[in-house]
């Protein structure tokens, strides 16, 4: 079973940028699809972003796409989320999770597996 923390998240102005990282342990990081999920005060948990096992598929929500990027790097356990021109509503805390290998993904893509989250905060 894969253990998953995320790391990078704070307290950013509007227009600026925050990498958040997603550490994996307990298993083999490629073995598994991965994605970004975000859940704001009183809102439902949203999807953001999703990678395959292998980088080759991604997918976005329309309200991050041009904005935020989806990598990883299966040799140093990593999965990361690059996010650029930041607004107040991206605020939320983000989570990394993990699935199944699926060869592609979308944003119905299931994971089995959650991280505790991590906060970000983008003044106005």
């Known amino acids: 079973q894969v253990q998953l923390v995320e790391s990078g998240g704070g307290l950013v102005q509007a227009g600026g940028s925050l990498r958040l990282s997603c550490a994996a342990s307990?298993?083999?990081?490629?073995?598994?699809?991965s994605g970004w999920f975000r859940q704001a005060p009183g809102k439902e948990r949203e999807f953001v972003a999703a990678?395959?096992?292998?980088?080759?598929?991604?997918a976005y929500a329309d309200s991050v796409k041009g904005r935020f990027t989806i990598s990883r790097d299966n040799a140093k356990r990593t999965v990361y989320l690059q996010m650029n021109s930041l607004r107040p509503e991206d605020t939320a805390v983000y989570y990394c999770?993990?699935?199944?290998?699926?060869?592609?993904?979308?944003?119905?893509?299931?994971?089995?597996?959650w991280g505790q989250g991590t906060q970000v905060t983008v003044s106005s």
């Open positions: 990678i395959n096992w292998s980088g080759s598929s991604t």
């Open positions: 307990g298993g083999i990081l490629s073995n598994y699809g």
């Open positions: 999770a993990a699935g199944p290998p699926y060869s592609s993904v979308s944003y119905n893509t299931r994971f089995d597996y």
